[in-house]
């Protein structure tokens, strides 16, 4: 018996079967790509790396350009070290600001991922799309720091930070949006639709979206008052934050006594049409 090895598999002798089963497996990967799995660690792991990198920037931006000379602090302000650092004072506020903006971001991205039972390809891609304006958030303390207070430059500058701040809040509550669509698989069952974390997440989540977008249409309409806003909105989040659990849930006892005394007026309401006869009813 003699036996021919040729350089041909199976599927080869039958092109258009293999046509087809290759086009199957592209489609199906197309179709299921996005619902993949993803390693939840490696996606924590890396965010935290570009939040820490981010962090660093701003630490070695304020060092490197707010430091007060040693000769222009004695013959400028009589040797006062706080007088000269009262002259920095605007990139100092701008500088504790955005690292607020990037310690809030990363609380909020943690506390998501903390109930984020199994993470997947576009939650990845949300991810990388959040941590890419979250990588702008030096630009921002750049911008609001080196233009004249009350100039054109400076109302843009701001403007521009509110922008960064709320692309880099909505991805995380796109990502959010994503694990509800199946909650089942990739949430866990106190963050679902019904638990007693939904309600605070859902808050949480659009806490810096709303809030930086406010921002933005208030310092289009008062522009003179763009400063003040900005800084406010810095000052406001952090002890929003602090009491947010407080008002989620006073929102919701307002809400269930609301709907609690409506179906008591419509069960009031049937009882009085049943005891009411035909004729009654019909007059």
């Known amino acids: 018996m003699i036996i021919t090895f040729l350089p041909y598999t199976p599927l080869d002798l039958f092109p258009g079967q293999r046509g087809e089963e290759e086009e199957h497996h592209s489609l199906e990967t197309f179709t299921f790509y996005l619902s993949e799995p993803l390693s939840k660690e490696r996606v924590e792991a890396f965010s935290d790396g570009v939040y820490a990198i981010v962090a660093t920037l701003l630490i070695l931006d304020i060092c490197e350009d707010n430091v007060p000379d040693p000769r222009e602090v004695e013959e400028k302000f009589h040797g006062s070290l706080l007088e000269a650092l009262s002259e920095y004072g605007p990139n100092y506020l701008a500088y504790f600001g955005s690292f607020v903006t990037i310690g809030l971001l990363w609380f909020v991205h943690h506390s998501l991922f903390l109930y984020v039972t199994k993470a997947t390809r576009l939650m990845g891609l949300l991810n990388i799309l959040s941590l890419a304006f979250i990588g702008g958030l030096p630009l921002a303390y750049q911008l609001t720091s080196e233009f004249a207070e009350k100039s054109h430059n400076e109302i843009e500058a ?87 659990r407080i008002f989620v849930r006073i929102s919701l006892t307002a809400i269930k006594s609301v709907m609690s005394l409506s179906r008591r007026k419509i069960v009031l309401l049937e009882e009085e049409e049943a005891c009411l006869s035909p004729n009654e009813t019909l007059s």
Request: glycine letters at 4%.
């Open 158 to 244: 701001i403007q521009v930070s509110c922008v960064i701040t709320f692309f880099a809040s909505i991805f995380q509550f796109a990502i959010w949006t994503t694990a509800l669509l199946n909650e089942e698989e990739t949430l866990h069952a106190f963050a679902r639709y019904g638990g007693k974390e939904h309600a605070f997440m859902f808050a949480k989540l659009a806490l810096y979206p709303c809030v930086s977008l406010g921002a933005f249409f208030l310092t289009c309409l008062l522009s003179e008052f763009s400063t003040a806003i900005f800084h406010l909105m810095q000052i406001v989040i952090p002890f929003a934050f602090l009491a947010l």
